[in-house]
Nanobody
Framework: QVQLVESGGGLVQAGGSLRLSCIAS????????MDWYRQAPGKQRELVAT???????SYADSVRGRFTISRDNAKNTVYLQMNSLKPEDTAVYYC????????????WGQGTQVTVSS
């Protein structure tokens, strides 16, 4: 019931910036979770940034101060602004949505590759 289309990944030099976008379509009304994950080669998938209850945000320690999650409700889009990128940020980034009125509950984008060169 929900489709997620990601964009914004690419190759960037260390210290550079990228802005990832995730556009949601379909049954938008039931979305109650919006966040970003990433998975680096040989590593477990990890939560990078999320909106928490109370309309606050939370970040992984490794990206706090460099990444910012935001959303544009009018455009049904969630963003991940990534600044001061490091080679360690190289991973496939996935947006994730939880939809309380959908089946299944969880939806994932197809992933967008972010590669940071040293």
């Amino acid at each position: 019931q929900v489709q997620l289309v990601e964009s914004g990944g690419g190759l960037v030099q260390a210290g550079g910036s990228l802005r990832l976008s995730c556009i949601a379509s379909g049954s938008i009304f039931g979305i109650n979770v919006m966040d970003w994950y990433r998975q680096a080669p040989g590593k477990q998938r990890e939560l990078v940034a999320t909106f928490t209850s109370g309309d606050s945000t939370s970040y992984a320690d490794s990206v706090r101060g460099r990444f910012t999650i935001s959303r544009d409700n009018a455009k049904n889009t969630v963003y991940l602004q990534m600044n001061s990128l490091k080679p360690e940020d190289t991973a496939v980034y996935y947006c994730h949505v939880g939809c309380i009125f959908c089946r299944p509950y969880n939806y994932w984008g197809q992933g967008t590759q972010v590669t940071v060169s040293s």
